[in-house]
């Protein structure tokens, strides 16, 4: 079952959802700004730390240093010798243990020899700051741990003028600690660092004399770090933890500067204040977030209400007209919509509409119902004859098939096709044309009995359906009865004409046979008996499905044979009668079988012509003889014309005219060689366009030919409407021009009238010398056949043209 949702709460689920991204948005951009503040914050905290540590601990090194500096002003000789040195060192002892925390003290010579200390051995990592306090004679500082971490400060002083002493001295880091918790108000400790090699945990230990208090606080901070937790966060962010019910921000800071030695500083810094703000900033941008949406929520439903109840009354109405109730649909409207005119708005004026609809509708309702019965006369029905049409013939069909069962007859279904009729529309018009098949249609339904039924296919096919049939004989009878209703010439427009037909028969006597199946039958069998050339009738058997079959094989093979370079082109030469001059080729397309051999071209191009692989054959031609006339003219033969012949499917075919460009320019052959020949069928079939298709090939510069010209039925009065350069005299007037005077004179007349309209003429089938003798008297310009030479195989032309052509004459 389904459910509707109201357009309103659509529209609310789709702005609520824009409010809900827009808002989200809005605050995922205000809380990271937050958090990016609180970052920034902690990374100030941290930068400050840094800064007071190495404040504090320059001070407290420099304090050392200037009190190391002031010793040599302390007497009054000009130079302080080492033995006044150590006496004032022993006498500060006191001194500088109770003031600074210097807990040892070395004097080292130039020599880096201890001469005086006080307290521990001086310790082997001290070594090298004495030696780089010497080498650059300023004070170092270097803080070192070992079982606990001291400041050790090396100041360099100049002994009797000449000679520098270091001293060094040692102080503990309370004091630093002191004054950096102080000046930083954070918890901080010295922690060392160290890393478990079973488990790679990382782990914290103090290192520093803190109160029992202090270490319990600082042990819960390091307890509180996180699992994930990685020491380069301390040192480069820090991790905010939660202790006591307090937050703190934790941060390493390194006390060795030169090289790592898991010594550092721990800073806690309270700030569980600011934390605080921040969780309070974010919960007021949420809710906010929240409250804008629900404010808008309740806005948009307030907004809403009145266009729901209008949108809902109008889904409920609209159905109402798919099911032509009109009325209903009118009532509803008058209940739902508002009267008054200053609180109309859109939708009312989509409901005065839907209103204006449904009257237009009713309206159409009704005339609908009229012109359904004229439509449904119109489905079943020829319009030009009043016949049955092919949905009708078809319904009954199915219907008597069914029939058979039951009755143990047999039917019959007769497809009839009028011979020529395309001739007739051609040449008197359609209008004439449809006179005829009316006509035609009186004949065939007077023979007729009344329980057959004739109907009519389109154009000139007419279906007889003949039933109640005890042998398949009696159709005969009936088929030579429609035969002879053409006997008689038609008489129409005061013109007398002979029409003949030709039927094909299909009979069945089972009720398995399906209609399609039937008609189609019928309609092979008709092709059949248009072999016969008029008036003439054939039963369907199995074996004309055979030359289908034949048709689908060959067009298979033909294929293989297009791939594997079966197909090669025979040229037939063509030669100026006057002079023997050689002045062209024919390509005419050949095929050699790999197991037929040689077959004849009847035997294959009728077949393929009306499939889609004559097209590939065509254009295949053209490119190789095109390809060929491009050796020819690379040779010296540059006034040597390639002849090629095109199909009608080729004609019409729109990649004619751009593939023939590409092909002139792939082969840079001169366009004016290339002769393309067109039969007067292909022409007249569409004569507006034929001439269209013709002026685009002649703007390439090739030439065109008529080909098989006077077996037009009305060649001369197209002639001049075709803009041609070449007609070809077919070879049945040649064959016959020496015996009848008839075919003398139509040769005769029309080299004559061609060569008056300025264009050139072809004879074809020249076979004899009398018929070349002949033709070259009546100023025939060219010539081609078997006397002159048969279609030479393009493998062959090159040493057919060394042994033809004699100081450029064709030897015949």
Sequence with gaps: MKRNVSLSYKVLAIMLLLVMFVCSLVMGLLLYQAANQERQLNQQLLARDITRYYQLSTLLNDRLSVWVEGLKHLHTSPALSNQELITTLQRAEDFLLLQWDV?????????????????????????????????????FYEVHCR????????????VDQQTTNVVVMSTSLQELLALLSEATQSNLVLVKYAINQQTQAERYTINSMVSEKQERFMRDILAAFPASGHKDVLLSNGYEVNVQGK????????????????????????????????????????????????????CMLVLLKRYAHKLTALSNMLPLLAQKRFKEFKEQQKKSFSSKKWLLDELDTLGDAAVELSDKLESMDKQMSVDTAKLEKMAMFDSLTGLPNRNMMTFQVNKQLAALGRQHVGLALLFIDLDNFKKVNDSHGHHFGDEVVKVASERLSRVI??????????????????????????????????????????????????????????YTTSPKTRALELMRQADTAMYEAKLERGSSYCFFNPSMNHKIVKQVELESEARVALKEHQFFLALQPQIDLSNNRLSGFEALLRWRHPQRGLVPPGDFLPLLENTSMMTELDFWVMEHAIELLSK??????????????????????????????????????????????????VLVADIERAVAVIQQIRALGCKIAVDDFGTGYSSLSYLKMIPSDIIKIDRSFIAGMLETESDRNIVSSTINMVGSMGLEVVAEGIEQAQQLKELGAMQCQYGQGYYISKPIDESLLWNTLESKIFNGRWLV
């Excluded at 005086?116 to 080498?135: C, R």
């Excluded at 329980?451 to 359906?465: C, M, Q, S, T």
Aim: net charge negative; charged share 20%.
């Design 247 to 298: 937050a703190f921000l934790v941060t390493l800071l390194p006390l060795y500067t030169h090289q790592p030695n898991g010594h550092y500083l721990m800073f806690a810094h309270d700030i569980d204040e600011r934390k605080k703000a921040y969780k309070s900033q974010n919960r007021i941008i949420f809710w906010g977030g929240i409250g804008l949406v629900l404010t808008f929520v309740l």
């Design 103 to 139: 807990n040892n003290l070395w004097l080292i010579d130039a020599k880096q020899s201890i001469i005086y200390f006080q307290g521990e051995n001086l310790p082997d990592e001290i070594k090298p700051i004495v030696a780089q306090t010497l080498k650059e004679a300023r004070p």
């Design 632 to 681: 020819l003219e690379k040779a010296g033969y540059n006034d040597v014309k390639m002849a090629i012949n095109l199909s009608a499917a080729q004609f019409a075919n729109s990649a004619l005219q751009p593939y023939l460009m590409e092909l002139i320019d792939l082969y840079s052959v001169n366009p004016k060689n290339i002769e393309l020949e067109l039969t007067e069928t």
């Design 449 to 506: 009995r009344e329980n057959d039924l004739i109907a009519r296919f389109g154009g000139d096919e007419f279906v007889i359906l003949v039933t109640g049939l005890e042998h398949e004989n009696q159709v005969n009878i009936v088929a030579q009865k429609l035969t002879d209703e053409f006997v008689e010439p038609m008489v129409i427009s005061e013109q007398s004409f002979y029409i003949s037909i030709s039927i094909g028969i299909a």
């Design 147 to 158: 079982v606990i971490c001291e400041q050790f400060v090396s100041v360099p002083l100049m």
